[in-house]
């Protein structure tokens, strides 16, 4: 069975449209619940709890209110934590024994969108079987529980201040970043409690930027997804380096001294080096947008690699399966399982420094072992649903983009999972025919979904 609510990362979607909207969210929360109830383990007497975290998204106040009436209603307790990034909820969860976590977000997306993801108990996210059994409870009339078994709310104080701790236990005892100057620019998002005071307890001298969120201007002209205002306050600043976090700071970009920007494949790279220098690194895991340069330089490190689906739900899946432990996408999404289960933007980049540490020097040095390919993504809106796959002008354009680039770079279509966007990208050595493929081929989708 399909899923018919839950993307690539949850439930997302336009605030006051299907599915976000208080009634349905209210409905998602006791739907979950009563799977929850179905599957725990706690002994005779006892509820389940979840730990509910949001952005800073004004509507995250009146989704948390809907979530949380929809566990009561099923008997189960809710842990608030308030503005928290992701990965924060999936340590919480972890590390307080709780049945599952919840995060209230659009991650990179504007303020006007919202969404619902699950972490299990693990710190991971939900398997497709949990998320198509909380699919069929929604649409089912929803009950409550009697008056003596509703669950109850609770606030967890020290939610904030745990997750910094865990953070700087990733990065080395023996290394400390005394001496470097670091712009953090939080994306007015999540983080802006908890990334600064990471960094800085380590020793940096810290300069912040997106970090007065009010609601509405979350990813607004800054963070991961608007690298250039970290770009430009590094260099203001005189900075050595700049970190990029996204709405809800599980994604990374950083910036060296001289305003040059690295994404996610770039900063893998330097931390599977880094490693590899310390213990064989048996394989590693991408994505279908992962570009080719990373590919060839693994390769050169007789370092295995293997592409996942879009999505890092699909990349940690990979890595599960082949027991490895790094992997990552473009945009920042980067997995180290031996520090988290998840993919974290602050953890992610306390391991790009410390290989920085370790190696000496600047980032800039650092990162210069891998020169990127250029690619071209072109996002071209469409309808929910379009067939695009199926239609004749666009699979005659790709037959031909990619009989012109043969041998030579990669063609890739492909529909977002959370956007109403047909993805059109072109990577290849040329950097002119990369851009001038991409632009006839995004122009044919333009035309045949008009």
Same mark, same amino acid.
């Given at each position: ?82 503005? +928290? ?30 969404? +619902? ?15 198509? /059994? +909380?699919?069929?409870? +929604? ?96 260099? /203001?600043? $005189? ?164 009989? $012109? ?46």
């Amino acid at each position: 069975m399909s899923r018919k609510y839950f993307g690539t990362d949850g439930v997302r979607g336009r605030v006051g449209q299907l599915p976000i909207t208080p009634d349905f969210v209210m409905r998602l929360g006791y739907a979950a619940g009563k799977v929850l109830l179905g599957t725990s383990s706690m002994p005779v007497g006892e509820r389940p709890a979840v730990l509910i975290g949001k952005d800073t998204r004004l509507s995250g106040y009146m989704l948390e209110s809907a979530l949380e009436a929809g566990f009561a209603a099923a008997g189960v307790d809710t842990c608030l934590v308030g503005p +928290i990034p992701t990965p924060a909820v999936a340590y919480l969860t972890r590390a307080l024994r709780l049945q599952a976590g919840i995060v209230i977000s659009a991650s990179h997306n504007p303020y006007y969108d919202n969404g +619902i993801k699950f972490f299990s108990a693990q710190g991971t996210k939900l398997p497709d079987d949990v998320e198509r /059994a +909380i699919e069929a409870g +929604i649409d089912q009339e929803m009950a409550c529980v009697g008056a003596a078994d509703l669950g109850r709310a609770m606030r967890i104080e020290d939610a904030r201040g745990r997750y910094i701790e865990f953070c700087k236990s990733t990065f080395p005892n023996d290394l400390d970043l005394r001496g470097l100057k670091i712009v953090v620019d939080c994306a007015h998002g999540a983080a802006y409690q908890t990334a600064p005071s990471v960094f800085h307890e380590l020793g940096a001298e810290i300069v912040t930027i997106g970090v007065q969120p009010n609601g509405l201007n979350i990813n607004e002209g800054c963070g991961a997804t608007s690298p250039k205002a970290l770009a430009d306050a590094v260099l /203001a600043h $005189r900075a050595d380096v700049g970190l990029a976090l996204d709405g809800d700071a599980d994604r990374i970009q950083m910036v060296d001294a001289e305003g040059n920007l690295y994404d996610g494949d770039q900063l893998l790279f330097a931390i599977v080096r880094s490693r590899a220098r310390q213990a064989p690194v048996n394989g590693v895991v991408g994505t279908l947008m992962t570009n080719l340069a990373l590919e060839h330089a693994l390769e050169k490190l007789d370092i295995p690699f293997a592409r996942a689906a879009v999505g890092d739900r699909y990349v940690v899946e990979m890595l599960n399966e082949k027991g490895w432990l790094f992997g990552g996408e473009n945009s920042g999404h980067i997995l180290a399982l031996d520090r988290h289960t998840t993919g974290d933007g602050t953890v992610a980049a306390l391991q790009v420094l410390a290989a920085l540490r370790e190696a000496g020097g600047d980032l800039k040095s650092l990162l210069a072992g891998l020169k990127l390919y250029p690619q071209k993504l072109i996002n071209v809106q469409i309808v929910k649903g379009f067939p695009w796959k199926d239609h004749p002008a666009i699979t005659a354009e790709l037959a031909a983009v990619e009989s $012109r680039m043969a041998g030579r770079g990669r063609v890739l279509l492909r529909a977002s999972g959370t956007e109403p966007l047909l993805r059109v990208m072109v990577e290849g050595e040329d950097a002119a025919q990369v851009a001038g493929e991409a632009e006839r081929l995004a122009c044919v989708v333009r035309e045949a979904v008009q």
